[in-house]
Structures are given as structure tokens and as C-alpha cells.
């Protein structure tokens, strides 16, 4: 009897750690599944707030000014300088332009020299035919053969004492200087005008690119990703976020006028 009391006893041990050992086993499985349950939960939710953020990325007024700014950029920065270049151009002809004047007015004066006291009045017509323009090209008088050694010593002599002079005589009023200047004035109007006009292009021009920069860098930070940490609930990206929504200017305000004059400019259409 004592024999079969013990082999009770074993079997019931045996058969309660093997109880306990199945309800474990169930607890474990049965954590597993809820645990499994719970990822599938929160991917899905991070899922449908990353699927949700891309789409109000996409949507965002923010995208759509981007586009516009990314596109925009280039051409006026191709535009600034094709404008600066132009500038350059002008400066350049109207520079050019006032040697043209000065070279008139300095013929002018020179003639009236001549008229007033070459000192060889006889040669004076001889001597006039090497006349370019300028005094010293009198000094090929010395190649006419009607022209001697001594008459070609005293005409340049006579050249460099009337170049001393002919600074003064310029600006003095002399035979012709009314006329090149009323030939000039017109066309030196017309490139100070343009001049000015060019420059104040490349002034607004140059403003746009500012505006377009600081918009660009502003929304280019801005990403899906920001959209999904803030829908998570990350404060530092929240304030991103919003602005992005309402882009370079919210819908309730007026077009600002640089953006305005840009779609006009670049999206006649």
C-alpha cells in the first residue's frame, strides 16, 4: 500500500508540472500573439501617418511655390546676367561714344588754331592735307616736298606750343562746338537712359533672386519626413510643417507683387 500511496503522489506532481509547464507555454503564445498584434497595430498607424504625410506633402502649397521657385531661379539668374552684360555693353559704347566727341572737339579746336596763327600762312593749304584730326599729325608736313627742313622745324615748334594751348581751348567756345554737341547730346541721352533703365533692371532683378533664395531655402528644408514627425507628435517640427501648408503666402492674402511679377514674366499662361 505504501508503495502504491508513493506512485499516487509521483504521478501527481508529474501531472501538475506538466499542467504548469502548458499554462506557461499558453501565456507565452499567448504574448507572443498580443505583442504580434501590437506591432501590426502601430505599423499600420505609422504607415497610414507616413502614407498621409506624403500626400499632404505633395498637396501642400508649399510644394507648389516650390516649383515655381525652382523653376523660376535659373531664368532669372540667366537674366541678371544677360542684364549685366548689356550694361557693360552700353558703358562701353557711350564711353566710346564721348572719345568720338572728344576727338571731334579736339579737331574743331585744332582747325581753329590753324585758322588763327599758323605760323606759315603760305603752306597753310599744303600743310592742311596732313591733318587727321589731331595736331601732331601736322609734323608729316616734313614729307611734302614743297615743305623745307627749316619750315618743317618751325610747323612742329608751332604744334607743340598749340597742343599746350588746346586744352583751355576746348572748353572755350570756338568755331563748330555747338554743332558736335547738338550732334551728341541726343545720343548721349539716349545711352544715360538706357543705362539707367538696365541698371535699375539688374537692381529688381537681383531682389528677386534674394526673395527666390530665402523662399527656396525655407521650403527645401522642409520634407515628408517632417510632415510624419510632426503627425507624431515632434513639437520642434510642428511650427515647419504648418508654415509649409500655407507656402510663400498663405491663401487669404494678396499675391506679394515679386511674385506676381514672376508669373507674369515666366507663366504668361
Not at 507616413?50 to 508649399?62: E, F, I, N, P, V
Not at 528677386?208 to 513639437?235: E, N, R, W
Amino acid at each position: 500500500m505504501v508503495g502504491f500511496s508513493a506512485s499516487c503522489d509521483l504521478g501527481a506532481v508529474t501531472l501538475g508540472n506538466y499542467t504548469l509547464d502548458l499554462l506557461i507555454l499558453e501565456l507565452l503564445l499567448f504574448s507572443f500573439i498580443l505583442i504580434l498584434c501590437l506591432i501590426v497595430v502601430l505599423f499600420r498607424f505609422r504607415l497610414g501617418l507616413w502614407l498621409r504625410s506624403r500626400s499632404d506633402y505633395k498637396r501642400a502649397r508649399g510644394t507648389v511655390h516650390r516649383r515655381f521657385l525652382e523653376l523660376w531661379q535659373p531664368k532669372i539668374t540667366r537674366e541678371l546676367a544677360e542684364t549685366k552684360e548689356e550694361v557693360k555693353t552700353t558703358k562701353q559704347q557711350k564711353d566710346l561714344l564721348l572719345r568720338r566727341k572728344a576727338q571731334e572737339f579736339e579737331a574743331a579746336a585744332a582747325i581753329y588754331l590753324i585758322d588763327l596763327d599758323f605760323p606759315i600762312s603760305s603752306l597753310k593749304e599744303k600743310v592742311i592735307l596732313c591733318f587727321d584730326g589731331s595736331l601732331r599729325s601736322l609734323n608729316q608736313c616734313a614729307n611734302v616736298p614743297e615743305v623745307s627742313v627749316q619750315q618743317a622745324q618751325a610747323v612742329a615748334e608751332w604744334v607743340k606750343t598749340a597742343e599746350k594751348k588746346l586744352p583751355s581751348i576746348t572748353v572755350l567756345p570756338f568755331p563748330g562746338k555747338i554743332e558736335i554737341e547738338k550732334k551728341f547730346e541726343p545720343l548721349e541721352k539716349e545711352a544715360n537712359h538706357r543705362i539707367t533703365e538696365l541698371e535699375k533692371s539688374v537692381r529688381e532683378l537681383q531682389k528677386m533672386i534674394d526673395l527666390c533664395s530665402s523662399h527656396l531655402k525655407k521650403l527645401q528644408s522642409v520634407s515628408a519626413s517632417t510632415f510624419f514627425k510632426s503627425y507624431m507628435g515632434d513639437p520642434q517640427t510642428a511650427a515647419a510643417a504648418s508654415d509649409y501648408l500655407l507656402g510663400v503666402f498663405p491663401p487669404w492674402e494678396e499675391i506679394p507683387e515679386w511674385f506676381k511679377t514672376l508669373l507674369k514674366r515666366y507663366e504668361p499662361n
